[in-house]
């Protein structure tokens, strides 16, 4: 059964630091992982797509890397702002539909 | 730019009443999929739906949930007999094709609760 475990469950950063979060997950057998963003009480935004033929994608200020030999993903958010402040989740697909992490709650402090 | 859509954004209802989640998939899209997260807890696969049949589904996806594409643009979960354990946020999914290969788009969610 895929497991996906994301660490730090919180991170609390003051404006303009860089942080990374991380993602892993126990079979290998990956179709691709996506990011997403959850805002209090509401849906999830999709940030980031990583095929699993692919290592790594980037948009904006955000960068996510794959290493399905080690079972990891990682979300690199560079100069992080207040506006940044949420839930990340990351998701993989292996032999069925999404299966979800816990997250990781971001505070970026003004 | 596209979204899925779903109504209503929060339904209160008493314990074994049947209730009806709506959603409205991305119109190209061909897969769509139904998720919850229980207050606190990972957003959970419920099932997915491709070509008016279900094409695979969770344990949690027992009898008394039931899903259906009525007509050309909605996509409905139906809880038939709700429980306390019911309250969560469900989510609707779609992608445009390929399945688990492409990027799930997801609605803003309905927030149940069984009282």
């Known amino acids: 059964k895929q497991e996906v475990t994301q660490i730090p469950a919180a991170l609390s950063v003051p404006e303009g630091e860089n942080l990374v979060l991380n993602c892993s997950f126990t079979?290998?057998?990956?179709?691709?992982l996506q990011w997403f963003r959850q805002d209090p009480g509401k849906g999830l935004t999709s940030l980031l797509l990583i095929q699993s033929s692919q290592r790594e994608q980037t948009s904006g200020r955000l960068n996510a890397s794959l290493d399905k030999s080690s079972g990891r993903s990682t979300l690199y958010i560079a100069a992080s702002q207040p506006g940044d402040s949420a839930t990340y989740l990351c998701a993989n697909t292996g032999r069925r539909a999404l299966t979800f992490g816990s997250g990781t709650r971001l505070q970026v402090q003004p | 730019e596209p979204e899925v859509t779903q109504t209503p954004s929060h339904q209160v209802t008493q314990m074994g009443q049947e209730v009806i989640l709506r959603c409205v998939p991305i119109s190209n899209h061909l897969y769509f999929y139904w998720y919850r997260q229980i207050l606190g807890q990972k957003v959970e696969f419920l099932v997915s739906?491709?070509?008016?049949?279900?094409?695979?589904k969770s344990e949690i996806f027992d009898d008394q949930f039931s899903v259906e594409r009525p007509d050309g643009s909605n996509f409905t979960l139906k809880i038939r007999s709700t429980k306390l354990e019911d309250s969560a946020m469900y989510f609707c999914?779609?992608?445009?094709?390929?399945?688990?290969?492409?990027?799930?788009?997801f609605g803003p969610g309905t927030r149940l609760t069984v009282t």
């Open positions: 079979d290998s057998a990956i179709y691709n």
């Open positions: 999914a779609s992608t445009l094709s390929g399945g688990f290969a492409y990027e799930q788009y």
């Open positions: 739906f491709y070509n008016n049949e279900i094409s695979e």
